[in-house]
């Protein structure tokens, strides 16, 4: 068939058609009128989908930039950061504009998704808000710090730049602060599943972010008058040994007096904690009732027992009043870190001299420290001197300026999180501007912030076993009734001590040393779990059975059950607890966990059950 022909069928067949709807149109006209507002709705809901998928690429793509951005911040890439800064704020702008455009408010105003559409604006201009005012000064300081900036140079730091970064990091705490308001005042009850998740996600972003500058403006303020401006500073640094558990991490071994003065820093005397004595029958400090019937009266009359609370500013106490009492120096602060922190930080300055010693890495210096000094030297002064060295040589690289600046700080900030750096002011402004911080180390008795759960390990051999101890905790919501949680944690403690563990020295296994409980090998631990405040220890089993009634104490307000474990070479134990928050207790508990010798945390948030996800 020719195309002509094709082309003339085609053209009586479209007038056909034409006199068809004509002869509908007058005999059905209101059907005529339903068709042509099908057709206009089916055209509006076209370019409304097309509104709504321009509105979702965008917030996918600030999402994509933010993970960009934040890595780039995190491997010191301050080039890479503004490039992802600026992309972010260009598609965070673009879902501002379409979100907040006529279309859009139809979308508002229709039932069902209305929700869905004013919470998903409301993020939409929180994020290009963020962006503009929140990221940018963020992005600033990226270049300070990849400038190598805020680094020492023989043991002087630069104030005046640290204290340059008060500014910025205020202009960005308080965007981010709006933003948190902004978020808290939406009701997300209404919103779709996916979008309720992403939102809830967002607020949790938004917070941590907000949680981190306050520290960032905080530590501008206060590390210039730490480091001695405007007068001379005394720190003890206490390096704590994981090989012998405590609540706080390790048992406080070496002490170093750290002397601040305009920025200078110099250790100037060490001395390790056992040489500070004993006061058996009298504490050091007054005790309270809840303090001896938890931990005993060894928490006040044995320095290196000071630990044994959780309670960072307690046991800061306690260690200042024995260093006073026998040393002398007035102390305006009390620091902890331990090895495991340490090697953190040698993975940014690499190999570090340690003088009449084998240098040390990232890769040994725990192993060194915790065990191998014990095996291989005789007699505890030979132990201390060596953890004194290593502390000062590891301090005096550090002051030097060596390292990268983004690794040290990156390393800093998981020691922080892992609960390996912890910090005490004894001047109340001081202490004012860290306090309710990860690096204060309260063992807080507010309610004004999520319930906390608290897993803390103390050895009770008393041994260096810990360090072939591997622990593992977890958390978990079960149940939400009337804002009241049930919580489920499971603990496990796996005695990793290598074959012919009664070959082991004594200096590791505790054979022979007065009050040792156990035999050669063998970890006896004492685990404290503390609900949330006004909350409840209810359950404890171990491997499965149950142990009856919880032996439970209070303690700043809190229950604290204790928990007694033993554990055979090469044995594991589950112990599995069942806790409830208080009434009122709705948000995503957070579990703290004692830090031990092996890199990592078990410190988590667990998702509420009150919450629709």
């Not at 406080?252 to 920025?263: E, F, K, N, V």
């Not at 320095?303 to 305006?332: F, H, K, N």
């Not at 897993?455 to 810990?466: F, I, S």
């Not at 622990?471 to 001590?497: D, H, I, M, P, V």
Request: proline content about 6%; hydrophobic content about 40%; some cysteine.
């Amino acid at each position: 068939m020719s195309p002509e022909i094709r082309r003339r069928r085609r053209s009586r067949g479209f007038r056909r058609l034409l006199r068809q709807v004509r002869r509908f149109r007058r005999e059905h006209p209101r059907w005529t009128v339903a068709i042509g507002l099908g057709a206009v709705l089916v055209l509006l809901g076209g370019w409304a989908l097309w509104v709504a998928l321009g509105a979702s690429r965008d917030l996918g793509e600030v999402d994509e930039q933010a993970r960009a951005m934040r890595d780039a911040l995190v491997q010191g890439d301050a080039a890479g950061a503004r490039s992802a800064l600026a992309a972010y704020q260009e598609a965070a702008d673009s879902a501002d504009d379409t979100t907040h455009g006529a279309t859009w408010s139809v979308f508002g105003a229709l039932p069902l998704v209305g929700d869905d559409a004013k919470g998903v604006a409301t993020v939409a201009e929180v994020l290009a808000d963020v962006g503009r005012d929140g990221l940018t000064p963020v992005v600033d300081a990226a270049d300070l710090v990849t400038a190598e900036s805020f680094q020492p140079v023989e043991h002087r730091f630069p104030l005046d730049r640290i204290a340059a970064l008060e500014e910025p990091a205020a202009r960005s705490e308080k965007a981010f602060d709006t933003a948190s308001r902004r978020l808290a005042a939406v009701d997300p009850t209404g919103f779709a599943g996916p979008i309720r998740t992403a939102f809830d996600g967002l607020r949790g972003l938004v917070d941590d972010a907000r949680g981190t500058l306050q520290s960032t403006y905080r530590a501008s303020r206060l590390i210039p008058r730490m480091l001695g401006e405007g007068g001379d500073r005394n720190y003890l640094l206490v390096f704590q040994n994981n090989a012998e558990s405590r609540s706080s991490g390790g048992l406080p071994g070496s002490l170093s007096l750290i002397q601040a003065r305009d920025g200078k820093v110099d250790i100037v005397r060490q001395v390790d904690m056992a040489e500070l004595g004993a006061t058996p029958g009298h504490p050091v400090l007054p005790l309270s009732t809840e303090e001896r019937d938890l931990f005993g009266e060894i928490l006040g009359t044995i320095g290196v027992d000071a630990t044994l609370t959780p309670d960072i500013p307690r046991s800061s106490d306690l260690i200042r009043a024995r260093w006073q009492q026998v040393e002398g120096e007035r102390l305006d602060g009390v620091l902890y870190v331990d090895p495991v922190v340490v090697s953190y930080l040698l993975t940014a300055i690499g190999e570090v001299p340690v003088p009449g010693y084998a240098p040390i890495t990232a890769g040994n210096v725990v192993r060194r420290v915790e065990n191998e000094i014990y095996a291989l030297t005789p007699g505890t002064q030979a132990q201390s001197d060596y953890q004194e060295a290593v502390a000062k040589a590891v301090f005096d690289v550090f002051s030097d300026g060596y390292g990268n600046s983004a690794d040290l700080i990156r390393g800093l900030v998981t020691g922080v999180e892992e609960g390996r750096v912890r910090m005490r002011f004894f001047a109340d402004e001081a202490q004012r501007e860290i306090a309710g911080t990860r690096i204060a180390g309260e063992f807080v008795d507010r309610t004004d912030g999520p319930p906390v759960v608290g897993v803390y390990v103390n050895d009770a051999g008393p041994t260096k076993m810990q360090y072939y101890l591997r622990q593992k905790a977890e958390l978990y919501s079960r149940s939400c009734s009337g804002g009241r949680q049930e919580l489920g944690a499971t603990l496990t403690f796996t005695n990793a001590t290598p074959g012919l563990a009664d070959q082991l020295p004594d200096a590791i296994t505790g054979e022979f040393f007065p009050g040792n409980r156990t035999d050669p090998g063998q970890q006896l631990l004492v685990v404290y779990v503390s609900a949330p405040v006004g909350g409840s220890v209810d359950e404890v089993r171990i491997d499965g059975q149950s142990t009856g009634d919880p032996t439970v104490s209070t303690y700043a307000g809190r229950q604290v059950a204790t928990i007694g474990v033993l554990l055979d070479p090469g044995q594991t134990q589950t112990v599995d607890v069942v806790l409830h928050t208080a009434k009122g207790q709705p948000d995503d508990a957070r579990l703290e966990m004692s830090p031990g010798a092996a890199p990592g945390s078990s410190n988590a948030t667990a998702p509420s059950a009150c919450r629709v996800r």
